[in-house]
């Protein structure tokens, strides 16, 4: 079995190294949410991460799946910017404590949960310019907070 000549995998190495450094470097790190469905025979798996941050602090216990009372059998996922809250004391210790008990002045995952358990339609007949109507009411409702 040939291998290769072992100067080129050496070369071949230090190049990759090279290129993982400069991107290290030379980028800065984007955040996302990973959701997952799985169709199956009994139904929908549906899985997330529970990974968010505040204040450069990892906090892993956000829920990111919300099911819904109504209509049965429907679930949404939420990520992103989903709910501000006030910055904690200058004191907290407790960040990710915090991030589950905080006051939220805006909560998108709220509004859309709400929005869609109030509605009495066929989910491929709601109106996303309805909903989008109902969040920057609520977005108006928050500048009390300020």
Known sequence: ??????????????????????????????????VV??????????????????????????????????????????TGDVAFIAPPEAHEQNICGYLNSAPRMLDFTYIVKNYLERKNVDFFKLSLEDLGSECVGEMDEGEKFL
């Open 37 to 78: 469905l799985i169709p199956t025979e009994d139904g929908l798996v549906v899985a997330a991460d529970s990974r968010t941050s505040l204040f450069g602090v990892f906090c892993d216990s956000q829920y990111k799946i919300i099911e819904l009372k109504k209509p049965k059998h429907v679930a949404i996922a939420v």
């Open 1 to 34: 079995m040939d291998v290769g000549h072992p100067l080129t995998m050496v070369d071949n190495m230090k190049r990759y190294f090279v290129s993982v450094l400069l991107i290290l470097l030379f980028s800065i790190p984007a955040n996302g949410t990973l």
